[in-house]
């Protein structure tokens, strides 16, 4: 039975005639690797050399004939009926070998070189990572020196290229579903993975490498492979009540044995897989890790887990946006600058005693001083950035006793905030939860971080656990289920 992802329509897409296959073998035999050779050095021993005449083309020296079955093979698939995506790989190929004078890099004189057969067992095992190349099949490797061999260059250079694409990110724009996710994949471009392919080492790990190397993926991967092997369902944790669980400082954490099909768990772990995507490659050694779908918040020192808190957030119509930043700060007893958008909707015509108005152009102004009864609480955590949003104290405590915490106008509330400013601004600095307490007054006071510390809001409705536990958490804002609809999954 043929590999999954061998002959397809886009190797077949450039056949070659009679002459191409006699080029392309004495090419071979007379070990040239089609790479800035002239027609001359192509031809076999003993061969009349060409008329001066004929050297060159009206566009420059002739290419070496392997060259131009390559450059046959790239220009014989049609553009119709593919998708957007496959339209892009097959016009950055081109690209690349343009670029390239249309030299092969994954054969030479000796046949399929390492990194040939390297990339082609890496894309033979796509699936393990999610990914979907059903378009994107190469002949098998073990194609004798034919046309075939020039097909098949270009049908594994879009192949990686597809890969690399899938992997780091690009199926999905993330501002595509909300405008409030400002998550950007770093997406690797078919030069840039041919280039580093073929010139690697180990080709298939480098290919490998465009998939997310964090914990959190790799842990969702393996769950992917444990169910795939199964023969029933994996067993998921799902969300229940505080009162119902102590164990963990996130109530969303706890066991609970939750009935989904074999089909809609491996859905889910491919969903979740894919939005890691959407996360920088490099998180930090230090940083905090937020998932808005678990309402939970964790600060990591290296890869020990230094705090947890339980969050409010953003109710599903005012969202906690998604993106990366860095906690520049906390504020120490902070006014609240109401938005113009909670005035409008929620403020005016109502009694504001205790605040502050300023009308000015037209537009009220509500501040609220600093103060025990402030809606920030006695802290804030900044990290600055476009969708005006921060961490913060809150007087309503009794938020944090419900397990499903969408609450907030966007703005992420923290259960234990003077224990998270103790651990952000380091104990081993000389902060205590006391030392905070005596800075409490009607003044705010900025307290800078020993340094910035990264800042990643994301959002997994399924997580894997250190004990290996997974744990499924809802869909709070529907990106999951929109991630699944894009990936062809359901929704």
């Given amino acids: ?38 027609a001359a050095a192509n031809e076999p021993a003993g061969a009349a050399p060409p008329a001066a005449e ?29 998708s957007a995506e496959q339209r892009a790989v097959l016009r950055a190929v081109d690209a690349f070998y343009a670029e390239n004078g249309d030299a092969p890099v994954f054969f030479d004189a000796g046949g399929w070189t390492a990194q040939a057969r390297g990339v082609f067992d890496r894309l033979r095992r796509a699936p393990e990572d999610g990914l979907d190349l059903r378009a994107w099949r190469i002949f098998s490797l073990d194609a004798a020196p034919t046309p075939a061999l020039a097909a098949g260059e270009v049908a594994l ?19 595509r579903i909300s405008k409030l996710i400002g998550l950007r994949p770093d997406v690797v471009s078919a030069a840039k993975a041919l280039e580093e392919t073929f010139q690697a080492a180990d080709a298939g790990a480098q290919l490998a490498s465009y998939n997310p190397q964090q914990p959190g993926y790799r842990a969702l991967r393996e769950k992917l ?11 998921l944790a799902s969300q229940e009540s505080p009162r119902e669980s102590k164990r963990r400082a996130s109530d969303a954490r706890s066991p609970v044995a939750a009935a989904v099909s074999k089909a809609a768990q491996e859905a889910s772990l491919l969903a979740n897989m894919e939005m890691w995507r ?11 890790m937020v998932n808005v779908p678990e309402f939970a918040a964790r600060l990591y020192r290296g890869e020990t887990l230094v705090a947890t808190n339980k969050i409010v957030v953003g109710k599903p119509e005012t969202p906690t946006p998604l993106f990366s930043n860095r ?72 938020l944090f006793a419900t397990a499903r915490r969408a609450y907030s106008h966007g703005c ?16 081993q600095n000389g902060w205590t939860e006391k030392r905070i307490e005596k800075m409490y007054g009607k003044s705010e006071r900025r307290v800078n971080l020993p340094a910035p510390l990264p800042i990643h809001i994301g959002y997994f409705t399924e997580e894997v656990d250190e004990n290996g536990q997974i744990h499924a958490f809802d869909d709070v804002y529907g990106y999951a289920a929109e991630v699944k609809k894009r990936l062809g999954l359901g929704g």
């Fill in 1 to 38: 039975m043929r590999s999954p992802v061998e002959f397809s329509a886009c190797a077949r897409a450039g056949v070659l005639g009679k002459r191409a296959v006699l080029a392309l073998a004495v090419v071979l035999a007379a070990g040239g690797n089609g790479r800035g050779q002239t």
């Fill in 54 to 82: 004929n050297a060159l083309e009206t566009y420059g020296p002739l290419k070496p004939e392997v060259n131009a079955a390559i450059r046959a093979a790239l220009t014989g698939a049609a553009l119709q009926n593919l």
């Fill in 157 to 175: 250079a879009q192949a990686v290229a597809a890969y690399a694409f899938q992997a780091s990110g690009g199926r999905i724009e993330p501002a």
């Fill in 225 to 235: 492979a444990s169910l795939r092997e199964s023969p029933g369902s994996l067993l």
């Fill in 278 to 288: 959407w996360m920088p490659r490099d998180l930090g050694t230090d940083r905090i």
């Fill in 327 to 398: 906690v520049e700060y906390v504020v120490v007893n902070p006014a609240w600058y109401v938005p113009q958008s909670i005035i409008k909707k929620e403020m005016m015509g109502r009694s504001l005693n205790g605040y502050d108005v300023v009308w000015e152009n037209g537009l009220m102004h509500v501040r609220q001083p600093p103060g025990e009864r402030n809606a920030l609480g006695r802290l804030k955590f900044i990290f600055p950035n476009s969708y005006s949003v921060y961490m913060h104290d809150t007087p309503a405590r009794h």
């Fill in 412 to 427: 992420m509330r923290v259960d234990q905030p003077l224990a998270w400013a103790v651990a952000l601004l380091g104990p």
